[in-house]
């Protein structure tokens, strides 16, 4: 993570979003520490299909890392993100929205970003969440 140098310089060399959060680790954590809450939601745990949340913890670490700017893995496996036709069979309503949100404040919280960071990759998420909401 960046310390003391202006968000995305560093010695006058432009830095990805996905470098300033801290690469590959950052997304790991925060992933993590998002399905931590999810494996225990009744809620959201329904729609996760697979008994082991392993793949859907991998599938999204690779989403955020390419979406920041980190390697694209995730096109690479799977074709263009198409986020809402891959969710479009789950019921996202205002209440599942606001689960995923709760889940993913805790893990935003947990990574200890510089304010401004936190406040984008938050303002993201949020968008996002509010985005998949199809009910």
Known sequence: MPSGRP?????GVTVSLYEQFGGEP????????????VADDPLLRPMYPEEDLGPARDRLTK??????GGPTTYSDERGHPRLRIRHAPFTVDAEARDAWLKHMRVAVDSLGLEPELEQTLWDYLERAAYFMTNA
């Open 7 to 11: 968000p995305g310089k560093i010695e």
């Open 26 to 37: 950052t997304f790991r954590k925060l992933v993590d520490a998002f399905y931590a809450g």
């Open 63 to 68: 989403f955020l890392i390419q979406y920041w």
